[in-house]
Nanobody
Framework: VQLQASGGGLVQPGGSLRLSCAAS????????MGWYRQAPGKQRELVAG???????NYADSVKGRFTLSRDNAKNTVYLRMNSLKPEDTAVYYC?????????WGQGTQVTVSS
């Protein structure tokens, strides 16, 4: 199983980005998909997750600003990030859970700075 993430970059405060993560390989069914992030000197934290049925949960710090969605036909998860703040700066990792095994993408840098 491979996860290919894209969409990170440098954006000014208040700006937007969309992250994508496509899963490939021997995948028959993906249960949960989501995004985590890790800022320098901090632990990795869950940003948002979505179940197979589409139920979502978000970290309190991103509620109302970030939107998570998935396309099951494409095994892809998307994270739309609006009203970005400097404290959103981190490496973002996508993750999937399939048949009890969690897989991670390579990480994509998001930097929010003027």
């Amino acid at each position: 199983v491979q996860l290919q993430a894209s969409g990170g970059g440098l954006v000014q405060p208040g700006g937007s980005l969309r992250l994508s993560c496509a899963a490939s390989g021997s995948i028959f069914s993906i249960n949960d998909m989501g995004w985590y992030r890790q800022a320098p000197g901090k632990q990795r934290e869950l940003v948002a997750g979505i179940t197979l049925s589409g139920n979502t949960n978000y970290a309190d710090s991103v509620k109302g600003r970030f939107t998570l969605s998935r396309d099951n036909a494409k095994n892809t998860v998307y994270l739309r990030m609006n009203s970005l703040k400097p404290e959103d700066t981190a490496v973002y990792y996508c993750s999937i859970l399939t048949y009890g095994v969690q897989y991670w993408g390579q990480g994509t840098q998001v930097t929010v700075s003027s």
